[in-house]
């Protein structure tokens, strides 16, 4: 069996109900339901280990609040709900991984989901687009499968012309793993 991670490395989804420069807390609750959702129908119960893999190594414990009924009802698109609860998940684990945190959505066909930025030591905003974030959610997936996924985004962000680098996140539900690569 697979020793817990050190304790202070935990990823609690239920701190997206406080927001982010760029995720209201309403959007950050929806975020946290979807996660929980695409964890607990592939067996995990709120409490889990979180495999970091890819250009960062760790182990995070990754904590989420019971699925109710009612939660299984608004989420019942499985492809959406996936989509989403990688993005509530991505959204945590690359603050700790590198400082970022989302500052603004981007557009449709920019070729990456959020830009990064890091926060100011006066709480002013951030710095605004220091990194482009692109995810994926797979809800059970082989190695191969995620790292064909991971490939697929790195190729993506890569035809984005921009100077400023770019992370991949490939979250995966049902070992839970997280597959993190930075392009620059």
């Not at 690359?94 to 030591?121: A, C, H, K």
Request: hydrophobic share 40%.
């Amino acid at each position: 069996m697979m020793q817990p991670p050190n304790p202070s490395l935990v990823i609690d989804l239920s701190d997206l109900q406080q927001g982010l420069p760029a995720i209201t807390p309403a959007f950050g609750a929806a975020l946290a339901e979807a996660s929980a959702i695409c964890l607990t129908y592939q067996g995990h119960k709120p409490r889990a280990v979180l495999e970091v893999k890819g250009d960062f190594e760790d182990r995070y414990l990754l904590l989420w609040s019971e699925v109710t009924e009612q939660m299984r009802r608004c989420w019942n698109d499985e492809e959406y709900t996936t989509e989403q609860g990688a993005y509530g998940i991505a959204l945590l684990l690359i603050q700790r991984l590198t400082g970022f945190t989302v500052i603004e959505r981007s557009r449709r066909g920019t070729g990456f989901d959020y830009w990064l930025g890091t926060p100011s030591e006066s709480g002013d905003l951030p710095f605004q687009k220091s990194a482009r974030l692109e995810v994926s959610g797979i809800r059970r997936g082989s190695a191969s499968q995620i790292r064909t996924g991971a490939t697929l985004k790195m190729a993506q962000v890569k035809t984005t012309d921009s100077p400023v680098p770019a992370y991949v996140a490939v979250i995966e539900f049902s070992q839970p793993l997280a597959w993190v690569g930075k392009y620059e």
